[in-house]
């Protein structure tokens, strides 16, 4: 099992930035990739961005390229996703996510974390 505990959200003007972090307990040692997705009231889930955890490979959602950094510290088991030039679009709860394998759904997801961009 891995427990996944997201902070960093909050209100923000356009174009400002918020770091998020998702700290991971447990079975640390068995992740292999985190990722950061995000979902508004009546909309899917959506991918964000993830990190193989073991080789550093990034993946980024077309829409956040340029503007969004995924990085990770192995030391604290922590992901970082900081978001820049943030959009009114870009409101929504963001949630971590971690798994043990390399493909497929997460197993495992935080609790989410608020972020609330004003025009």
């Known amino acids: 099992q891995v427990q996944l505990v997201e902070s960093g959200g909050g209100l923000v003007q356009a174009g400002g930035s918020l770091r998020l972090s998702c700290a991971a307990s447990?079975?640390?040692?068995?992740?292999?990739?985190m990722g950061w997705f995000r979902q508004t009231p009546g909309k899917e889930r959506e991918f964000v961005s993830r990190i193989t955890w073991r080789t550093g490979y990034i993946v980024y959602a077309d829409s956040m390229k340029g503007r969004f950094t995924i990085s990770r510290d192995s030391a604290k088991n922590t992901v970082y996703l900081q978001m820049n030039s943030l959009k009114p679009e870009d409101t929504a709860v963001y949630y971590c996510a971690a798994d043990f394998r390399v493909i497929g759904p997460y197993d495992y997801w935080g609790q989410g974390t608020q972020v609330s961009v004003s025009s």
């Open positions: 447990g079975r640390t040692g068995s992740i292999n990739r």
